[in-house]
Nanobody, 125 residues
Framework: QVQLVESGGGLVQAGGSLRLSCTASGRVFSGYTMAWFRQAPGKEREFVAA????????DYADSVKGRFTISRDNAKNTVTLQMNSLKPEDTAVYYC??????????????????WGQGTQVTVAS
């Protein structure tokens, strides 16, 4: 079992920045893929970014490329999402996810096995 706990959400003005963290506990192996998804009211959960735990290889949704950066700290079992140049359309609940399956970095939410509780990000215009 893997437990994921997110932190760092909040309210920010458009153009501002936020940093989300996800701390993993339990049996996180080097073969895991970690990801961030988001879900706005009335919409489906969508992929934001993913990272391979071992290699650090990353990929992003087109909507956040150049603005968001995903990284990991293996020693602290933490994955971070740095969000810059935030837009009102980035407003959503952000979820951390993990899987031990070998998936393409850009994969839908239903392929992931473990989820955090979510953290709200609100971007005011």
């Amino acid at each position: 079992q893997v437990q994921l706990v997110e932190s760092g959400g909040g309210l920010v003005q458009a153009g501002g920045s936020l940093r989300l963290s996800c701390t993993a506990s339990g049996r996180v192996f080097s073969g895991y893929t970690m990801a961030w998804f988001r879900q706005a009211p009335g919409k489906e959960r969508e992929f934001v970014a993913a990272i391979r735990w071992s290699s650090g290889l990353t990929d992003y949704a087109d909507s956040v490329k150049g603005r968001f950066t995903i990284s990991r700290d293996n020693a602290k079992n933490t994955v971070t999402l740095q969000m810059n140049s935030l837009k009102p359309e980035d407003t959503a609940v952000y979820y951390c996810a993990a899987t031990g399956k070998l998936l393409p970095l850009v994969s839908p939410a239903n392929r992931y096995d473990y989820w955090g509780q979510g953290t709200q990000v609100t971007v005011a215009s």
